[in-house]
C-alpha cells in the first residue's frame, strides 16, 4: 500500500487559540478544518474539526481543541484509515521532525482507493490473465472500497459522468426512502430519480453534479423536513479522475444536524451575554455614574469635617472601585461577536 505523503494538503487555514468560534465558524463549515497556531510563537497546538465544536461547545478555539493522534509522512494509507475509524476523525495532522507538515483527508484516501479499484479493473482487461486471477485482483478492491464506505455513516454514492450509479453504501440505501429505494441499484442512472431522494432533495443535484465533472468541488448545506423532523444535511460533490481523465463523481451526504443545532444554542447563548454586556457597560454604568456625580458635588459645596467627610470618602473609594469592576467584566467579554 502507497504512502500518505502524495495525499497530504500543504495548503491550510490556520488561526490562533483565543479567537471566537463565530469569527472561523464560516471557514470551518466550508474547509472542514482548521490549524491551530499559538498567538506569540506560531507553534503548532492542534487542528479544529466542527466535530471538536459538537463534543466541546465553548465560545473560544482553545476550549474546542481535542486531542489528536498525529501521522507520519511515510504512513501507509491502511494505516491512516485504521487510525482515522479508531478515532472517529475524518482529518488529522500530519508532523514530519516535530514540524507541522500538512493535512491528510480521509476522503481524499478514499477516492484514491476507488480510483486504484478501476485502474485495476482496467488492467484485468487488457491483459491476459487468468480469469482466476482477475476475480481476485477485483473482489480485493471492491471488498477494500466497501468496507471503507461502509465503515462511515455518510451516505455515499459513486456515479460515472453520464450519472449512472457505480456504488452506493447501506447508508445511501437505508436513507433513499420508499418508492426510489427499488431504484437505486448499481447501473441505474440518478439524474432521472435525484430529486425524489430525501437526502438529495436540498441540493440542486443537475447544476452541483455537473460543476463536478468539470473539475469543481461543490458543498451545499440544507435544512429538510425528513421523516417529520427538521434535519440539516451537508452534501459534498467531487470530481473523481484517473490519470488525469474523469471516471466520475462522488456524492457524499451527511447529517450535520447536531452541529447545526450547537451553533444555534451557541448564537442564543451569545445573544444573553451581549444583553448582559449591555446592562453592565450602559445600563448599571448610569446609577454608578450618578453617585459619583454626587459625592463631588457635595465634596465641593459641603462642608464635611471629621467621620463624615470619611463617610463620603469611602463611599467615593467604593464606587469607583464597582466602576472599575463592571469595566474589567465588560473587556473581557468582548469577543462576543
Given at each position: 500500500?502507497?504512502?500518505?505523503?502524495k495525499?497530504?494538503?500543504?495548503?491550510?487555514l490556520?488561526?490562533?487559540?483565543?479567537v471566537?468560534?463565530?469569527?472561523?465558524?464560516?471557514?470551518?463549515?466550508?474547509?472542514?478544518?482548521?490549524?491551530?497556531?499559538?498567538?506569540?510563537?506560531?507553534?503548532?497546538?492542534?487542528?479544529?474539526?466542527?466535530?471538536?465544536?459538537?463534543?466541546?461547545?465553548?465560545?473560544?478555539?482553545?476550549?474546542?481543541?481535542?486531542?489528536?493522534?498525529?501521522?507520519?509522512?511515510d504512513?501507509?494509507?491502511?494505516?491512516?484509515?485504521?487510525?482515522?475509524?479508531?478515532?472517529?476523525?475524518?482529518?488529522?495532522?500530519?508532523?514530519?521532525?516535530?514540524?507541522?507538515?500538512?493535512?491528510?483527508?480521509?476522503?481524499?484516501?478514499?477516492?484514491?482507493?476507488?480510483?486504484?479499484k478501476?485502474?485495476?479493473e482496467?488492467?484485468?482487461?487488457?491483459?491476459?490473465?487468468?480469469?482466476?486471477?482477475?476475480?481476485?485482483?477485483?473482489e480485493?478492491?471492491?471488498?477494500i472500497?466497501?468496507?471503507?464506505?461502509?465503515?462511515?455513516?455518510?451516505?455515499?454514492?459513486?456515479?460515472?459522468?453520464?450519472?449512472?450509479?457505480?456504488f452506493?453504501?447501506?447508508t445511501?440505501?437505508?436513507?433513499?426512502g420508499?418508492?426510489?429505494?427499488?431504484?437505486?441499484?448499481?447501473?441505474?442512472?440518478?439524474?432521472q430519480?435525484?430529486?425524489?431522494?430525501?437526502?438529495?432533495?436540498?441540493?440542486?443535484?443537475?447544476?452541483?453534479?455537473?460543476?463536478?465533472?468539470?473539475?469543481?468541488?461543490?458543498?451545499?448545506?440544507s435544512?429538510?423536513?425528513?421523516?417529520?423532523a427538521?434535519?440539516?444535511?451537508?452534501?459534498?460533490?467531487?470530481?473523481?479522475?484517473?490519470?488525469?481523465?474523469?471516471?466520475?463523481?462522488?456524492?457524499?451526504?451527511?447529517?450535520?444536524?447536531?452541529?447545526?443545532?450547537?451553533?444555534?444554542?451557541?448564537n442564543?447563548?451569545?445573544?444573553?451575554?451581549?444583553?448582559?454586556?449591555?446592562?453592565q457597560?450602559?445600563?448599571?454604568?448610569?446609577?454608578?455614574?450618578?453617585?459619583?456625580?454626587?459625592?463631588?458635588?457635595?465634596n465641593?459645596?459641603?462642608?464635611?469635617?471629621?467621620?463624615?467627610?470619611?463617610?463620603?470618602?469611602?463611599?467615593?473609594?467604593?464606587?469607583?472601585?464597582?466602576d472599575?469592576?463592571?469595566?474589567?467584566?465588560?473587556?473581557?467579554?468582548?469577543?462576543?461577536?
Amino acid at each position: 500500500m502507497a504512502p500518505i505523503s502524495k495525499f497530504i494538503r500543504h495548503s491550510y487555514l490556520t488561526t490562533s487559540q483565543y479567537v471566537g468560534i463565530n469569527a472561523i465558524k464560516a471557514e470551518l463549515a466550508h474547509s472542514n478544518a482548521i490549524v491551530v497556531l499559538d498567538e506569540d510563537t506560531q507553534a503548532f497546538l492542534g487542528v479544529l474539526t466542527p466535530f471538536d465544536l459538537i463534543q466541546k461547545p465553548h465560545n473560544l478555539v482553545v476550549d474546542c481543541l481535542s486531542d489528536k493522534p498525529v501521522l507520519a509522512p511515510d504512513c501507509k494509507i491502511e494505516e491512516a484509515l485504521e487510525v482515522m475509524e479508531n478515532v472517529h476523525a475524518e482529518v488529522l495532522p500530519v508532523i514530519n521532525n516535530m514540524e507541522l507538515e500538512g493535512l491528510i483527508y480521509k476522503d481524499d484516501l478514499i477516492r484514491f482507493l476507488s480510483s486504484q479499484k478501476t485502474i485495476l479493473e482496467k488492467r484485468a482487461n487488457n491483459k491476459r490473465i487468468t480469469i482466476q486471477r482477475q476475480n481476485e485482483v477485483i473482489e480485493k478492491a471492491y471488498r477494500i472500497e466497501k468496507a471503507l464506505y461502509y465503515s462511515t455513516k455518510s451516505a455515499r454514492l459513486l456515479l460515472a459522468p453520464d450519472g449512472t450509479v457505480l456504488f452506493f453504501n447501506q447508508t445511501a440505501y437505508e436513507s433513499s426512502g420508499a418508492p426510489p429505494i427499488s431504484l437505486l441499484h448499481v447501473g441505474s442512472n440518478l439524474r432521472q430519480y435525484a430529486n425524489d431522494i430525501p437526502h438529495l432533495v436540498g441540493s440542486n443535484f443537475d447544476r452541483d453534479f455537473e460543476k463536478a465533472l468539470h473539475g469543481e468541488s461543490v458543498v451545499v448545506e440544507s435544512e429538510l423536513l425528513y421523516k417529520e423532523a427538521g434535519v440539516w444535511l451537508r452534501t459534498e460533490y467531487n470530481p473523481v479522475t484517473v490519470e488525469n481523465q474523469m471516471v466520475g463523481v462522488s456524492v457524499v451526504t451527511t447529517d450535520i444536524s447536531e452541529r447545526k443545532h450547537n451553533e444555534l444554542f451557541i448564537n442564543r447563548q451569545n445573544e444573553v451575554l451581549r444583553e448582559i454586556i449591555h446592562t453592565q457597560s450602559h445600563v448599571l454604568r448610569r446609577p454608578v455614574a450618578n453617585i459619583l456625580g454626587l459625592v463631588n458635588l457635595l465634596n465641593r459645596k459641603a462642608q464635611m469635617e471629621g467621620e463624615d467627610k470619611m463617610v463620603l470618602s469611602m463611599l467615593e473609594v467604593s464606587t469607583k472601585e464597582l466602576d472599575d469592576i463592571i469595566r474589567d467584566i465588560v473587556e473581557k467579554a468582548s469577543f462576543v461577536e
